[in-house]
């Protein structure tokens, strides 16, 4: 697009001169703009007429703040106001008898283009207005055209329509071969220098006389506009910190390496987490009141499985830092440690890395492909792993003296049980823990083909091993669960595809005994109904008297849960947040994910494992790295979204695994999605993604896209809000004046 602002004084036809270039240029099929700004001026006033071409629609309907290209009819008006936000490299049409020179000798504008001609003594000459009043504008019109490399015979034809016959075609004539330019004139984009429309700055050119060119409105106003952007709900959900809608609006572009980008800098597991995290951004999302909430998780799959980037070490530390535990925790301390240019060393009681994402998810939710890729663009950052090595109380205090920090990641090792009359371990594995039998499951250690498998429990260790032993050729497996469905901890879409895939779940039901009758083994069961909320706020299961049942069992498999093991640290540990734990050795303990926050989700664990490092980098270097969470006010919920603004658009779900190729493998469930078109159903919630309604709607025409920032002229605004009223994702408020 072409810019140009022409400068004049009322009567010499500034405004005709803008429609003439336009008329012209609309015949050579080009989309074209022209209008002036009319005020309180009279004739002899300044001012101003905007022109824009292009060969696309034009849909800006602004002032133009920033021209290309400037005409000024008069030359009193050559005046440092003038100047304003023209681009460096633009040329400046002046009528004056003067040579380009004249005005290039001058240091302050050595970043435009001059361009002279006398057009007041063509006028003259040709009898165009008065010797007082000349009308000047047919002579520039030839002049500019010579300029704009317009077709002359097109610009003249043009006049037809204006009525403009005789002395005015002689005087463009004469001006197209008259008009001078600057030798060795800057090239366009030489010294790029900008000009906010409300900075006006100080004068440019020497010498002038003009004025400002019209009446400032802004002062009626009684309240302004502010762009800014806000909090996205996902952005303020997610536990990893992760920047969803940032990483949302590069797949929007395809860009999926930037995505990539986007989402390593706060979490080094993205293919993991885009398989197994419950979603909590899916949640919060303002695409619900729709047709329902993108499809988040699928998309940071795809970017971390397609993006490729490069992540390098950001500094240099002398300090090395032991972490213990190759979960989520352990391994995101280790990311941003390792990033931060700490010597990372992981000591690990098993014999791979992974935590829970290796021993417990089953690979028909995380493949270990997807797992290994993501844990290897850590290990690639230098960091040091120990395997096979359980670090106990007195280890953990040597390992204070052997480094300058420690990290203590380990997860929950207690696992609760209860009492069925069985031992468990004596009764020939017929009562196993869940996590026990999804580490053998994976090993494929464990046979239960034809097997009547019940699974004690509701969360997802008891939905996994349900249906881990659906795959191993179970018989039939069966859930009991002492709440109801709405009490359960587990993922609802797992929960879902347990259901689908045959599983049977008793609710509000809870194991009592074991026995054998007669060779076959029974469960005893006690129907239950929900009482009043305990203390983790569900309502508590309280037994029905007299109702109790016995369901045949081959095998129980214990899914109840399991608690932090703190007998690792410090006797008197005080496990906070925001505070490390001080031991007597010169090293400061942090402990991390599970271990600290029991939140019981890989998502909560690498945010967890993020913060204890940055807390810990602050404390040896003091740069603080860690932000405080955005506060709740500034989340843009639903109501402050135009939803109407917004077409519908059905969500794009991953192809799933047919149920018959479920039954004797554990090939991965959800394929994962074809492609990111998913991504344009985000709202961009708080975040303003440059669709510039604000900038079409504004009735006053007083507002400019900056790079992706808005800004208004508050000189020229009334506050009439309409930018705000327009905004469709809540970037522009109205604050009092
Ligand atoms: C079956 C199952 C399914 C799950 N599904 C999901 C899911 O779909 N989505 C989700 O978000 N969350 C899920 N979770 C929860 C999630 O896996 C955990 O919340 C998360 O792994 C906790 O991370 P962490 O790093 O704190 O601990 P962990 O993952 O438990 O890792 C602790 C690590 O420390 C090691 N360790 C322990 N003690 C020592 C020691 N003394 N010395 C050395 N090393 C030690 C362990 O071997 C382990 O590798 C699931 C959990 C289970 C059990």
Redo the contacts with the bound molecule.
């Keep these: 697009m072409i810019e140009i602002r022409i400068h004049g004084r009322g009567g010499q036809g500034g405004v005709t001169l803008a429609k003439i270039l336009a008329a012209s240029e609309h015949c050579e099929g080009n989309s074209v703009q022209a209008f002036g700004v009319y005020a309180a001026e009279r004739s002899g006033a300044p001012v101003q007429a905007y022109l824009r071409i292009d060969d696309e629609p034009i849909h800006n309907p602004n002032q133009i703040y920033e021209p290309d290209h400037l005409i000024v009819l008069d030359p009193t008006l050559i005046s440092p106001a003038i100047l304003s936000g023209l681009k460096p490299g633009g040329w400046i049409l002046l009528n004056c008898e003067k040579s380009p020179e004249y005005y290039a000798a001058q240091e302050r504008v050595a970043t435009f283009r001059i361009a002279t001609i006398d057009a007041t003594s063509i006028a003259v000459k040709n009898g165009l207005g008065s010797k007082t009043v000349p009308i000047v504008n047919t002579a520039l019109a030839g002049a500019a055209a010579q300029l704009l490399g317009m077709n002359l015979e097109s610009v003249i034809e043009a006049f037809d329509d204006f009525g403009f016959h005789g002395g005015n075609i002689k005087a463009a004539r004469e001006a197209w071969d008259a008009v001078r330019v600057q030798q060795q004139a800057p090239r366009p984009g030489e010294r790029h220098q900008q000009v906010m429309p409300h900075e006006r700055g100080p004068g440019i050119l020497d010498g002038n006389t003009g004025a400002a060119p019209a009446l400032r409105t802004g002062q009626w106003a009684n309240q302004q506009p502010v762009w800014q952007n806000a909090t996205p709900p996902c952005n303020f959900i997610c536990p990893a910190g992760n920047d969803v809608q940032g990483f949302l609006a590069a797949l929007t572009e395809e860009d999926v390496n930037s995505a990539l980008e986007i989402l390593l800098q706060t979490s080094p597991l993205p293919s993991v987490?885009g398989?197994?995290?419950?979603g909590f951004c899916m949640t919060q999302c303002n695409r619900s009141e729709l047709e329902g909430p993108v499809n988040v998780r699928a998309l940071e799959r795809y970017a971390g499985d397609h993006g490729e980037t490069q992540i390098s070490v950001t500094g240099q530390r002398l300090e090395k830092v032991a972490v213990?535990?190759?979960?989520?925790?352990?391994?995101?301390g280790a990311y941003h440690l390792a990033r931060l240019g700490y010597g990372v060393t992981i000591?690990?009681?098993?014999s791979e890395?992974?935590?829970?994402?290796?021993?417990?998810?089953?690979s028909y939710?995380?493949p270990r492909e997807a797992l290994d890729r993501d844990i290897g663009r850590i290990m690639a950052l230098g960091v040091q792993a120990i395997l096979d090595?359980?670090?106990?109380h007195h280890r953990?205090e040597q390992l204070t003296h052997e480094f300058d920090a420690v990290l203590a990641?380990?997860?929950?090792?207690k696992l609760t049980s209860v009492d069925l009359g069985v031992d468990l371990g004596s009764g020939k594995g017929q009562v196993m823990q869940?996590?026990e039998f999804?580490d053998h499951a994976r090993q494929g250690s464990i046979n239960v083909e034809g097997e009547e498998v019940i699974v004690i429990g509701g969360?997802?260790?008891a939905?996994?091993?349900a249906r881990s032993a659906f795959r191993l050729g179970a018989s039939d497996v069966r859930i009991i669960y002492r709440r109801t469905r709405d009490e359960m901890p587990a993922?609802p879409e797992?929960v879902d595809d347990a259901i689908d895939e045959g599983i049977r779940i008793d609710f509000l039901c809870s194991p009592i005994r074991m026995r054998r009758d007669d060779g076959k083994r029974l469960l005893s069961c006690q129907r239950m109904e929900l009482g009043e909320p305990d203390n983790s706020g569900r309502r508590r299961p309280i037994a029905i008297p007299g109702e109790e049942f016995e369901i045949p069992c081959g095998r129980v498999i214990l899914?109840i849960g399991?608690a932090a093991?703190f007998s690792?640290l410090p006797h008197d540990a005080v496990l906070s947040k925001t505070q490390p734990i001080e031991t007597d050795g010169e090293a400061p303990v942090y402990p991390?994910?599970?271990?600290?926050t029991n939140?019981?989700?890989?998502?909560?664990?690498i945010g967890?494992?993020r913060d204890m490092a940055l807390m810990l980098h602050e404390r040896f270097s003091g740069e603080k790295l860690y932000t405080d969470p955005p506060a709740a006010e500034t989340v843009v919920r639903a109501d402050r979204i135009r939803l109407q603004h917004f077409d519908r658009h059905h969500r794009h779900d991953e192809n799933v695994l047919p149920f018959a190729d479920r039954k004797s493998s554990f090939d991965e469930v959800r394929q994962g999605l074809e492609d990111v078109v998913e991504a344009k159903r985000c709202l961009s919630c708080g975040v303003c993604n440059t669709c510039d309604r604000c900038v079409t709607y504004c009735p006053d025409g007083v507002l400019k896209r900056v790079g992706r920032e808005i800004v208004f002229d508050y000189d020229y605004c009334k506050g009439c809000g309409v930018c705000m009223s327009e905004c469709s994702r809540a970037v522009i408020y109205m604050k009092a004046g």
């Design positions: 987490c398989r197994v995290c419950p213990v535990g190759a979960g989520p925790a352990g391994l995101s000591f690990e009681a098993g890395l992974g935590g829970l994402m290796r021993t417990g998810i089953p939710r995380l090595t359980r670090i106990d953990l990641a380990t997860g929950l090792q869940g996590i999804l969360g997802n260790t939905i996994d091993a993922i797992e899914a399991q093991d690792l991390a994910g599970d271990l600290l939140e019981g989700t890989v998502t909560a664990a967890c494992g």
